[in-house]
């Protein structure tokens, strides 16, 4: 079960990442992408461990263009740490749990 990894979409983005309390890691993906499946289980962990001081959510890039679009995103899969209106830090491509994780400590932790 894929704790507090919420689907967002364009209708509901703003007020999923850029109102959110906390900074969110936002994860694009796509349903034909053979990567992406081999990084939803670092995505999950990385939302089971951080989850007090972290939102993970996902967005699937197909039907979401705008947001695509704004975040730049040129491959999947690929990662934003947002917060509010900044990006923290992003990723495109694979990244295994240890650079997920490694990659969070270093803007979480300030």
Sequence with gaps: MSEGVNNINDANFEKEV?????????????????????????????ATKYSDKLKVVKMEVDPNPVSVKQYQVEGVPALRLVQGDKILASSEGVVNKEKLMSLLDTHLSS
């Design 18 to 46: 850029l109102q959110a309390e906390k900074p969110v890691l936002v994860y694009f993906w796509a349903s034909w992408c053979g990567p992406c499946k081999l990084m939803s289980p670092a995505v999950n962990a990385a």
